[in-house]
């Protein structure tokens, strides 16, 4: 049996819109989410590949999943079966874990592919005797499955452009991060047919400039200590690709009264208080908080009456 696990990413410069191969239109940049995680494991059968869960995506993402295994079989010419197990994982404060819930927009996507692809390829080293890979190219097989998943290989930030994913150094290298879940329900709209619906928006026109100048200016201000400038450029890219959505043909979302709630009172507490976390939300109604080591007494006054 083999067996591994990959964290979840949230990106603050987004990836939205996909050409063939899942190549990103516009450049992307991201977190490793260390909290919520998924393991994969593999083990030998003799008929033919298949998935037990526990986690249940529904029949079109286990094909998905089982034809990703499939893919990575063909590159390495292996014709041995698999009985696939992947379950998603949330680190608890005590230690402990707790499951996470799939298609909920908390990245579990990516985790669960990053996770398949590492253990596809540990089998594959082990059962054909050639050498594993190196991070770069697992990350590419990876991203052929889901996007967002080669992100899911370099941590804590990763740089995601064209074919190329690599880790980069930024100077605030260790953050904490919350979820404020709204709701786990799975979602309407997959984020893959949201990538194919925001060609569709006319706010489509000038968004990879506006990706690439949000990453430089985000750079900047993560290496330079400016906090609420990092803050100001991660609440303008999710609307943005939140205002992609919304004006699609036709248009949809995901943010409900709760999260505008949410995202009001995030915004009051950064007037209050002149300094806040930074705030992103994915393809979904739930909000992503990060913040810096040393804000924990702020994240205690924000967060106790939601958590
Ligand atoms: O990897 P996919 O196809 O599920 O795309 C997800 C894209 C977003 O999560 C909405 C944004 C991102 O950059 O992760």
């Known amino acids: 049996m083999w067996t591994a696990t990959a964290p979840a990413n949230i990106a603050l410069i987004k990836y939205m819109g996909k050409g063939e191969g899942n190549i990103p239109r516009n450049v992307s940049l991201s977190y490793t989410l260390d909290k919520f995680y998924t393991e994969v494991s593999l083990t030998l059968t003799s008929d033919c590949d298949k998935y037990v869960g526990p986690v249940e995506p529904g029949p079109e993402a286990t094909e998905r999943f089982i034809n990703h295994l499939k893919y990575i079989k063909k590159i390495c010419g292996c014709e041995d079966f698999f009985i696939i197990s992947s379950g998603n994982y949330r680190l608890l404060a005590d230690g402990n874990t707790a499951s996470f819930p799939h298609s909920a927009g908390i990245a579990s996507s990516a985790s669960s ?22 991070l770069e190219q697992q990350s590419s097989v990876s991203r052929v499955g889901s996007g967002s998943s080669c992100r899911s290989f370099f941590s804590p930030w990763c740089l995601w452009m064209g074919e190329k994913t690599e880790k980069i150094d930024i100077r605030i290298d260790k953050l904490l991060t919350d979820l404020v879940v709204v709701d786990t329900h799975p979602k309407e709209v997959s984020s893959s047919r949201a990538h194919e619906l925001v060609s569709s928006s006319l706010l489509m026109n000038g968004r990879e400039k506006r990706a690439e100048i949000r990453l430089e200016r985000l750079l900047t201000a993560l290496n330079g200590n400016q906090w609420e400038s990092a803050y100001q450029i991660c609440w303008e890219e999710f ?26 009172e995030i915004r009051k507490f950064w007037k209050q208080n002149g300094d806040g976390p930074i705030v992103t939300m994915d393809a979904g109604p739930n909000v992503h908080l990060l913040w810096r080591t040393d804000q924990k007494n702020l994240r205690d006054l924000l967060l106790l009456p939601y958590l």
């Open 239 to 264: 609307w943005d690709m939140n205002a992609l959505f919304e004006t699609s043909v036709p248009n949809f979302g995901y943010m409900q009264p709760e999260t505008m709630r949410i995202l009001t």
């Open 113 to 134: 592919f990053a996770a398949l692809t590492m253990c596809a390829f540990k089998a594959m080293s082990d059962l054909k005797g050639m050498p594993l890979p190196s």
